[in-house]
């Protein structure tokens, strides 16, 4: 049989595109999902757009999740996709988090953490029931929410804070005329890599990969099995500097979840026992996210405190080049583009191997006759 390449190939692609749209919009007597819609009420999916396709927007947010149709990976791609078309100006001053205006913040380590324990907004202590009346596009009537019992602490102290009288948690100085952090929007990752490529690469990461390298080493593989800090959910804001002001300007607030994860550190000669932390940071509300990213973070800095490495999560390169969704969906998606000449050199291999291969077995036959 014969293999040759399909013809045609452009009026194809232009009837599956508006095939794609078709099924995009789908039943058109049922109304338009609007983006305002997606923004408001599928707030978890935009949040995590918005951290892997590394723009905080939420209506871009919302309409690559429109457009994707649901496609969360496809919605990251299309979202930094158009990233790469915008003008920089500058870069902001690093962001504040002990100043954060909190929403939500736990602790599982500190029962009595200062501050208290914020809850805030969470699936965590909800039961996991279907709840029939959104079906029918009703809602639970929503009370109205009490007074806080008292005053919320501002700025709430850190899990950083709480040790920072006995000295039993690393902390980290701005180092006076350090380098400017890397960029890896704008330069090819390097290994070995430091903390600020890393975080980086992390916070952009796909969260279902983070997530299985975070329980993998939970699991055994990696000697990291942490435990949880601290996580904070609020606003913070953003400040930049003007040339022609030369003092910083506030340009305004994002949503952020910040997490600290403590793992124990037995000490060397030239440093005291403590606990040393993984940290996450991530755009929105992506708890999840932030978690597995402290966890990776602790787990690759294996170096700094003299562990050996012998997990794949332990592995940078390993990690770092493989956590990008959008690298890795391109890499693995392309399989399906056309692959006519390579397959044809295959094919002429394989039955070039196949010949041989029964050649033999008749001369191996005729010789034992």
Known sequence: MAYVSVKG??????????????????????????????REQMSLAVDRVMAEGSCYDRDLAGLAIKQARGDLPEAVFLLRAYRTTLPRFGASLPIETEDMAVRRRVSAAFKDIPGGQVLGPTFDYTHRLLDFTLAA?????????PEAEQPQEYPMPTIASVFRHEDLLEHEEPTEG??????????????????????????????????SLAYSSQRGWGSTHPLCGEIRLGEVAVEFVPEELGFPIEIGEITVTECTMLSGFSGSASRAPQYTRGYGLTFGHCERKAMSVAIVDRA??????????????????????????????????????????????????????RQEFFDRQAALKEAAE
């Not at 596009?137 to 009370?143: F, Q």
């Not at 405190?305 to 969704?325: I, M, R, T």
């Open 9 to 38: 190939g452009e009026k194809a692609i232009t009837n599956a595109h508006r095939w794609l749209e078709e099924d995009r919009r789908g039943d058109r007597t049922i109304p338009e999902l609007t983006v305002d819609q997606v």
């Open 178 to 211: 350090a380098e400017e952090p890397f960029d890896l929007t704008r330069e090819p990752m390097s290994f070995p890599a430091g903390r600020d490529q890393r975080l980086q690469a992390l916070a952009r990461g796909d969260e279902g990969f983070l997530l």
């Open 137 to 145: 596009n009703g809602e639970t009537p929503i009370a109205p929410a």
């Open 300 to 353: 690759l800095r294996h170096r700094e405190v003299g562990e050996q490495a012998d997990a794949p999560v332990q592995d940078e390169e390993f990690v770092l080049y493989h956590s990008d969704n959008v690298e890795a969906s391109g890499f693995v998606q392309h399989l399906k583009l056309p692959h006519y000449v390579d397959f044809q050199a295959d094919l002429q291999l394989i039955r070039r191997l």
